[in-house]
Each structure stands twice: as C-alpha cells, then as structure tokens.
T-cell receptor, first 115, second 113 residues
Framework: AQSVTQLGSHVSVSEGALVLLRCNYSSSVPPYLFWYVQYPNQGLQLLLKYTSAATLVKGINGFEAEFKKSETSFHLTKPSAHMSDAAEYFCAVSEGTGGSYIPTFGRGTSLIVHP | KAGVTQTPRYLIKTRGQQVTLSCSPISGHRSVSWYQQTPGQGLQFLFEYFSETQRNKGNFPGRFSGRQFSNSRSEMNVSTLELGDSALYLC????????????FGQGTRLTVV
C-alpha cells in the first residue's frame, strides 16, 4: 500500500531564503512521485513529477526535487523564496493498483513567506 | 487545450438535501477522479471513473455516488447532506495510464447549513 508523509504542516521562510519541504513515501513497488501546489480556493497544479529517468527533477517556478530511494524521500527545494510562492504544497505517490494509478496525497505543507 | 471544468464553483445547501456536482475533463482523458478536501482531513479520494466504469473507490458512505458519461464528463452526487459534507470537492482528469499526472479543476465549494 502506498502512503505519503509530509513533515511539518507549516513552513515559514524569509523572502530570498532557501525553501525545503519534506516528503517521505511508502510504496511496495517503484513509485511515481509528484509535487502539486494549491493557491487559495483553487485546484491543484503540478509542480514536477519523478519518472525514474533522473533522480533530480526540475519543475516550474524554480522548484526541484530529489528522489532518494535509500531514504524513501522526495523533498522539494527552491534556492530563493518569493512572496508569490506562498501556497499549500502537496506531495503525492502513485504505484498503480489494478490498472489504476490514483495518487495518494500527503496532508500538505503550508509555505509562508515573510518579506 | 481547455482545462478541467467544474460547475458550479459555489453551492449552499441545507441539511438533508441532495446535490449534484459536474466535471468536464480535458479532451481525450478517460479517467476522472473525485476528491474531498477539508481542513481537518486533507485531500481524501472519493472514487475514480474510467470509460464509464467505477474503477476505484475510497472509504466514503454510500451517500456519495458518481457516474461517468460516454463523453467522459462525470457527475458526483451526495444525498441526505450533513454539515460535515461541507468541503471543497475537486475533480481530476488524466489519461489513466501509468506515470501520468492528474489535472485538477478549480473545485466546487459546498457549504451545508
């Protein structure tokens, strides 16, 4: 069975500082991993996805994530936070069950960016 | 390419009523999934439809049901509404194939009073 744990329901950073959002997963098979972002009263938008082609994945808006199998982690980073990055971030894992690839989402991490 | 469209965006219903939410997926996508999002429970999977058949189901009571039409549009129905059903309901479409991401609509905000 697949599951996702996002450490920290809230992360607060100053504008220009490094952003690090943590995600650990559990999966019985090699997983597909995703990061989504959600702005208030909006749906989720894909930031990036891990496809097994490369362990370091680059996404939109300057975000990237590194897949570490030994640590079962897929942490999201951005070198320099902008005010516009303030949003809710969700990590998701999909391993495929009965032909269905429904992602399981973490509880989300709210990123707060201070000026 | 048009995105995922959910209607209506906002709804206010009274306890005991029923409600139907609609989702039009991206053209060519055959899989439509529904999620309930609340501050306390996060994103919870309701069900997935693929080519008009329910392929996967989450842990929700039978008051929550859905269907998918031949054009892949999907509807979700909630009967005998309870206060706890107040939530943002999100629809996601995908090709349903391996290693493809889900594309989300903006959601329907349901308030039960």
């Amino acid at each position: 069975a697949q599951s996702v744990t996002q450490l920290g329901s809230h992360v607060s950073v100053s504008e220009g500082a490094l952003v690090l959002l943590r995600c650990n997963y559990s999966s019985s098979v090699p997983p597909y991993l995703f990061w989504y972002v959600q702005y208030p009263n909006q749906g989720l938008q894909l930031l990036l996805k891990y496809t097994s082609a490369a362990t370091l994945v680059k996404g939109i808006n300057g975000f990237e994530a590194e897949f570490k199998k030994s640590e079962t982690s897929f942490h999201l980073t951005k070198p320099s936070a902008h005010m516009s990055d303030a949003a809710e971030y969700f990590c998701a894992v999909s391993e495929g069950t009965g032909g269905s690839y429904i992602p399981t989402f973490g509880r989300g991490t709210s990123l707060i960016v201070h000026p | 390419k048009a995105g995922v469209t959910q209607t209506p965006r906002y709804l206010i219903k009274t306890r005991g009523q029923q409600v139907t939410l609609s989702c039009s997926p991206i053209s060519g996508h055959r899989s439509v999934s529904w999620y309930q999002q609340t501050p306390g429970q996060g994103l919870q999977f309701l069900f997935e439809y693929f080519s008009e058949t329910q392929r996967n189901k989450g842990n929700f009571p039978g008051r929550f049901s859905g269907r998918q039409f031949s054009n892949s549009r999907s509807e979700m129905n909630v009967s005998t509404l309870e206060l706890g059903d107040s939530a943002l309901y999100l629809c996601a479409s995908s090709t349903g194939q391996e290693n493809t991401e889900a594309f989300f609509g903006q959601g329907t905000r349901l308030t039960v009073v």
